[in-house]
């Protein structure tokens, strides 16, 4: 096997057929429907790793776990992108055995019955990033001018992702409490997991052993990584907790914008336990291969456009799913964006940065990938920006997961471009619409241009995932400098052969202004327990 979107799926398959029950919670839910994200990054890596390798060392000695799993920087936003070593590799293959698994001092996972002061509310929504908090607080608005109360269940671990405190009436926003996530403690891998388990599932010339797979990604719960990647211990807790919540608040239904990271999984499960519906909201365009088939928990799905519907489906693990097209919350509010002022800012950045005003601009929607891919991406880019017609100038907006300083160093690749950095906070979101083209692999602001008229090129390099726009006639694919180039020089030559129809905008994202709500729709029918499609998703109904 050679692919590495097989090998992945073959390794997922195997893990969940042999360790699915290794590890499961009070409230039944596996370590492997938990941390599906996470481990499945993990997986990734692995394949990835042993594709690239035609032997691997066969150490037979090993020191502590840790040598085994070493955790990195973020790669995006609360993520840790954990490596393995050529030692873990070795292990993977059969050689050796591991240290030990849990490090000295852990804290033992003993949840603890929290203590909460919840009024009723028929809605309790859980929030754990910047992202989420944009697209369900349109839909809590609407749901609160209905009289429709809810409580927000905030379990970000860092202070930027917070929701929003809000004086609105009918919203209440309920925190986690401090140190809920920052819980090390013992992973039960003695009894769990078997690394003499015999089966094995081949990946390129190698043999992987799943035994050893299952132990080596049970090193991923023993220290806690935040509200993406939490340690075994704070699961147990933060299940429990959020069991004491929907108990407490009476809620009979969860709105949420993921159900297939950690705290998502948990959060629908929890309100599985206590009889309330569940409603999904997109919040970002999805990239095939990042999670796996029957990985979404929510009964209602409610997507961006007519493309995502056949992903949903196939994603979902209920048979009594049901899909509806809405667009996207957060987009509602585009019409009223001040093109002006962002061209008028992007103008202001070169200018002040390069000395230079470029009579065409282009807004580079950059992405929290490793060093090596920037590298690659930044010298595309420079190339073909030299060779294209116009007078074209670059803004780099990194991504909020991206501290602008790290980008520093790209600058001096695009020598001869006249390129200007901005801050994370302001990002591509903030300034796109000034620009005469937006360019990047696979950020949501793709499709935000595209719902501006604004030209996008989506950077296809060997290895990159984009969003797949250009597949669909709603953006244009660069696999090279020279299409970069090409495509720059006929956006500045000819822009009116580069509008993008509006069947293919719609497929992509529904837009009528009224996402937000068509959501709160969704979660007072689901209410009164006659939630049906929305009026643009007919014939997706999956009743």
């Not at 690659?376 to 880019?381: D, I, N, P």
Request: proline residues 5%; charged residues 20%; contains cysteine.
């Amino acid at each position: 096997m050679t692919d590495p979107g097989q090998g992945v799926e073959a390794l997922m398959t195997a893990l969940e057929a042999e360790y699915g029950d290794a590890l499961v919670t009070a409230g039944g839910v596996s370590w492997l429907s938990v941390h599906h994200v996470p481990i499945r990054r993990l997986v990734t890596r692995v394949v990835r790793r042993l594709l690239d390798l035609d032997e691997v060392s066969t150490a037979t000695v090993f020191g502590a776990a840790g040598d085994l799993v070493v955790a990195g920087g973020s790669t995006s936003l609360g993520y840790v992108a954990y490596e393995v070593s050529e030692a873990g590799l070795s292990f993977l293959l059969g050689h050796g055995e591991p240290g030990q698994l849990t490090p000295d001092g852990g804290e033992l996972a003993v949840p603890v019955q929290p203590r909460l002061k919840v009024t009723d509310a028929p809605v309790c929504a859980v929030s754990w990033s910047s992202r989420h908090a944009e697209t369900l607080l349109p839909v809590l608005s609407a749901l609160a001018g209905q009289g429709v109360r809810s409580t927000v269940v905030d379990t970000a671990s860092e202070a930027d992702q917070r929701f929003p405190d809000t004086s609105e009436p009918g919203i209440t926003v309920l925190r986690l409490p401090d140190g809920a996530l920052d819980r090390d403690g013992e992973v039960p891998a003695r009894s769990a997991f078997r690394h003499e388990n015999e089966r094995t599932v081949r990946v390129g010339q190698h043999e992987i052993g799943i035994g050893r797979l299952a132990w080596l990604a049970a090193r991923l719960l023993v220290r806690s990584a935040g509200c993406t990647q939490p340690s075994w211990s704070a699961t147990l807790y933060v299940e429990q907790w959020l069991d004491a919540v929907l108990l407490a608040s009476h809620s009979r239904v969860l709105l949420c914008s993921n159900d297939t990271s950690p705290l998502g999984v948990l959060a629908v499960r929890a309100a599985e336990r206590a009889a309330a519906d569940t409603v999904y909201v997109q919040h970002g365009a999805w990239i095939e291969g990042q999670t796996s088939s029957h990985s979404q928990s929510s009964r209602h799905v409610a997507v961006m456009g007519a493309r995502d519907v056949r992903a949903a489906q196939a994603q979902t693990r209920r048979p009594d799913a049901r899909m509806y097209v809405v667009g996207q919350p957060r987009f509602d509010g585009l019409a009223q964006v001040d093109r002006l002022g962002q061209r008028a800012y992007l103008q202001r950045m070169l200018k002040e940065q390069t000395g230079s005003a470029p009579t065409r601009i282009v807004v580079w929607a950059c992405q929290p990938f490793n060093e090596q891919r920037l590298l690659g991406q930044t010298e595309v880019l420079a190339e073909g920006l030299r060779n294209a017609k116009g007078g074209w100038g670059l803004v780099v907006a990194p991504h909020p997961a991206q501290n602008a300083e790290t980008l520093s160093p790209l600058l001096d690749v695009l020598n001869g471009v006249p390129v200007a950095l901005i801050g994370s906070e302001v990002g591509a979101r903030g300034c796109l619409a000034g620009g005469d083209a937006l360019i990047s692999a696979s950020s949501t602001c793709g499709i935000e241009a595209l719902l501006l008229e604004v030209p996008v090129l989506e950077l296809a390099l060997p290895a990159t995932r984009t969003l797949g726009l250009a597949d669909h006639g709603a953006a244009w694919r660069c696999e090279s400098s020279r299409d970069v180039a090409r495509l720059l020089t006929r956006i500045d030559e000819s822009p009116q052969t580069v509008r993008v129809p509006t069947a293919a905008k719609e497929l992509i994202c529904h837009r009528d202004g009224r996402s937000a709500d068509a959501v709160a729709d969704i979660v007072t029918q689901a209410l009164s327990g006659s939630a049906t499609p929305h009026h643009s998703a007919q014939g997706t109904d999956r009743r």
